[in-house]
């Protein structure tokens, strides 16, 4: 029987998400404002989106491809919506606060469904919300798997009230919303298959999420990014393609288990669990069947970002840790199941590992040049092309054409740039404070470009109108012959 909520626990429910969803929108905000936000991924989805909302072809200049190169995220195409009513960044940090915030109002619902009192599962939903990975992927840019996190928790609520049309929508969403969450889909199909006992919804995910893997894999990727699947090249070890590392997985299994038996494997389960450690108990961990793909994923890769609390890897295995909480607090295996202790014990991990103090001291490294950035930003007014730093290009990211400063690259052929717009304090990600000088010096030297605005280390240079007009015709002659080559 479904449980609905009283009205005191519905409007206290709200308020917390509400509540929550607005602080998330102000710390995103905030990061961006102090130009602490960068091109990848705040920029790339931002120029892709607008792009959309243009009628033009989404490929990100600084990337080279068509976003759907990077993981077939076809989500991100209705949120070009909203830049039809507007073109803003801030949509997407609305976007991603909402998603993050509501992933507790299933929170709730699957405590409730599971026989949990009220009480309680009001305070698994706070659980979910101070759990340190929704505050700090907040942080990170932009990505639109946050979309999916609610849909996968409100997916396993319909699979056990055996909505199947519900089930289904939720799982064809969370499918667009990035090529990896196929391989969750897939195995939550098999959890609950095996485990819940679900034949149709797990039957409807297991199919839907391996054969989106493969056409997202094997099709979509390749057609509009000819190299493939660019996470690859974090498993190269183990292969140079999906197949080929997948096939050695099973077959090479002395290149994996250095990978699972080590310190660090360790360091990012005890990450993991430490905020969650309360309420698990190995009798009831069925439910992280469905996280074991994205966990061998993180565990196996050579990026370190993708064993932290800080970056998007680790959020398709939130929802089945609150699941298997939830399992234990029904059975009665929890360490307690005191809702002061529960809440006392969540409050401590977000302040041991969110990334708050940030803003108190990363986020404030560049203060010194803030007001002259903006003073320059606000100077570039066209849609002309733009090269900048890597944590200005998602403020003028509105426009067909932006490249970031990269040190260890060639260098950039300026005659493509309507504006060059440098920070020699603070260089950007990939760049350094000598190569920034060296870039104005030369700039300062070249007869097609005019110093417009300096203050603080901040430099603008412009390419007169004359010449834009005439960079602009050569840019769009380029890009024709280009679509012709494309179609051709």
Same mark, same amino acid.
């Given at each position: 029987?479904?449980?609905?909520?009283?009205?005191?626990?519905?409007?206290?429910?709200?308020?917390?998400?509400?509540?929550?969803?607005?602080?998330?929108?102000?710390?995103?905000?905030?990061?961006?404002?102090?130009?602490?936000?960068?091109?990848?991924?705040?920029?790339?989805?931002?120029?892709?989106?607008?792009?959309?909302?243009?009628?033009?072809?989404?490929?990100?200049?600084?990337?080279?491809?068509?976003?759907?190169?990077?993981?077939?995220?076809?989500?991100?195409?209705?949120?070009?919506?909203?830049?039809?009513?507007?073109?803003?960044?801030?949509?997407?940090?609305?976007?991603?606060?909402?998603?993050?915030?509501?992933?507790?109002?299933?929170?709730?619902?699957?405590?409730?469904?599971?026989?949990?009192?009220?009480?309680?599962?009001?305070?698994?939903?706070?659980?979910?919300?101070?759990?340190?990975?929704?505050?700090?992927? &907040?942080?990170?840019?932009?990505?639109?798997?946050?979309?999916?996190?609610?849909?996968?928790?409100?997916?396993?609520?319909?699979?056990?009230?055996? $909505?199947?049309?519900?089930?289904?929508? /939720?799982?064809?969403?969370?499918?667009?919303?990035?090529?990896?969450?196929?391989?969750?889909?897939?195995?939550?199909?098999?959890?609950?298959?095996?485990? =819940?006992?679900?034949?149709?919804?797990?039957?409807?995910?297991?199919?839907?999420?391996?054969?989106?893997?493969?056409?997202?894999?094997?099709?979509?990727?390749?057609?509009?990014?000819?190299?493939?699947?660019?996470?690859?090249?974090?498993?190269?070890?183990?292969?140079?393609?999906?197949?080929?590392?997948? $096939? &050695?997985?099973?077959?090479?299994?002395?290149?994996?288990?250095? $990978?699972?038996?080590?310190?660090?494997?360790? =360091?990012?389960?005890?990450?993991?669990?430490?905020?969650?450690?309360?309420?698990?108990?190995?009798?009831?961990?069925?439910?992280?069947?469905?996280?074991?793909?994205?966990?061998?994923?993180?565990?196996?890769?050579?990026?370190?970002?993708?064993?932290?609390?800080?970056?998007?890897?680790?959020?398709?295995?939130?929802?089945?840790?609150?699941?298997?909480?939830?399992?234990?607090?029904?059975?009665? $295996?929890?360490?307690?199941? &005191?809702?002061?202790?529960?809440?006392?014990?969540?409050?401590?991990?977000?302040?041991?590992?969110?990334?708050?103090?940030?803003?108190?001291?990363?986020?404030?490294?560049?203060?010194?040049?803030?007001?002259?950035?903006?003073?320059?930003?606000?100077?570039?007014?066209?849609?002309?092309?733009?090269?900048?730093?890597?944590?200005?290009?998602?403020?003028?990211?509105?426009?067909?054409?932006?490249?970031?400063?990269?040190?260890?690259?060639?260098?950039?052929?300026?005659?493509?740039?309507?504006?060059?717009?440098?920070?020699?304090?603070?260089?950007?990600?990939?760049?350094?404070?000598?190569?920034?000088? =060296?870039?104005?010096?030369?700039?300062?030297?070249?007869? &097609?470009?005019?110093?417009?605005?300096?203050?603080?280390?901040?430099?603008?240079?412009?390419?007169?109108?004359?010449?834009? /007009?005439?960079?602009?015709?050569?840019?769009?002659?380029?890009?024709?012959?280009?679509?012709?080559?494309?179609?051709?």
């Amino acid at each position: 029987m479904t449980r609905y909520p009283s009205f005191p626990e519905s409007g206290l429910l709200g308020w917390m998400i509400t509540g929550w969803a607005l602080l998330l929108l102000i710390a995103s905000s905030a990061r961006h404002i102090l130009f602490q936000s960068g091109a990848f991924d705040l920029g790339y989805f931002d120029q892709a989106i607008y792009l959309i909302s243009q009628g033009q072809a989404p490929v990100v200049s600084f990337w080279g491809f068509h976003f759907l190169g990077g993981h077939a995220d076809w989500m991100v195409y209705p949120l070009a919506l909203f830049y039809k009513i507007y073109p803003s960044v801030y949509w997407l940090f609305a976007v991603q606060a909402i998603s993050l915030a509501l992933g507790a109002l299933p929170t709730y619902h699957l405590a409730r469904q599971a026989g949990l009192q009220g009480s309680l599962a009001i305070t698994l939903a706070a659980v979910y919300l101070l759990y340190p990975l929704i505050f700090n992927l &907040n942080l990170f840019d932009f990505h639109p798997e946050v979309m999916a996190l609610p849909l996968i928790l409100t997916a396993v609520w319909t699979a056990r009230q055996d $909505k199947v049309w519900g089930f289904a929508i /939720c799982t064809i969403i969370i499918l667009g919303c990035r090529d990896a969450l196929s391989l969750t889909v897939a195995a939550m199909g098999f959890w609950l298959l095996v485990f =819940e006992k679900k034949r149709v919804c797990g039957a409807i995910a297991l199919i839907t999420g391996v054969a989106w893997f493969l056409i997202a894999t094997q099709v979509v990727i390749p057609a509009f990014r000819p190299a493939g699947v660019e996470a690859t090249l974090r498993y190269a070890y183990l292969g140079d393609s999906v197949l080929e590392i997948a $096939k &050695n997985l099973f077959f090479k299994p002395d290149l994996v288990l250095g $990978k699972v038996f080590s310190l660090a494997t360790l =360091e990012y389960g005890l990450l993991l669990i430490a905020p969650l450690i309360w309420g698990l108990s190995i009798h009831c961990l069925a439910p992280l069947t469905a996280a074991l793909p994205l966990l061998v994923m993180n565990i196996l890769s050579d990026a370190p970002s993708q064993r932290d609390l800080v970056h998007q890897y680790s959020l398709p295995v939130l929802p089945f840790l609150l699941v298997a909480v939830i399992a234990a607090l029904t059975a009665q $295996k929890t360490w307690f199941r &005191n809702r002061w202790k529960i809440l006392l014990w969540s409050l401590i991990a977000f302040l041991v590992l969110a990334k708050y103090g940030y803003f108190g001291s990363l986020y404030l490294n560049s203060l010194d040049t803030w007001s002259a950035t903006r003073a320059a930003v606000a100077q570039v007014q066209s849609k002309g092309s733009v090269l900048t730093t890597h944590n200005i290009v998602p403020h003028l990211t509105h426009r067909p054409h932006i490249r970031f400063t990269i040190a260890s690259a060639p260098s950039p052929d300026l005659a493509k740039f309507d504006y060059i717009l440098l920070n020699t304090r603070h260089p950007g990600w990939m760049s350094t404070p000598e190569f920034a000088l =060296e870039l104005v010096n030369q700039l300062q030297k070249a007869p &097609n470009f005019k110093l417009r605005y300096h203050q603080d280390g901040v430099y603008l240079f412009v390419m007169p109108p004359q010449l834009i /007009c005439q960079g602009a015709t050569e840019r769009s002659s380029v890009g024709l012959q280009s679509q012709v080559d494309a179609g051709s």
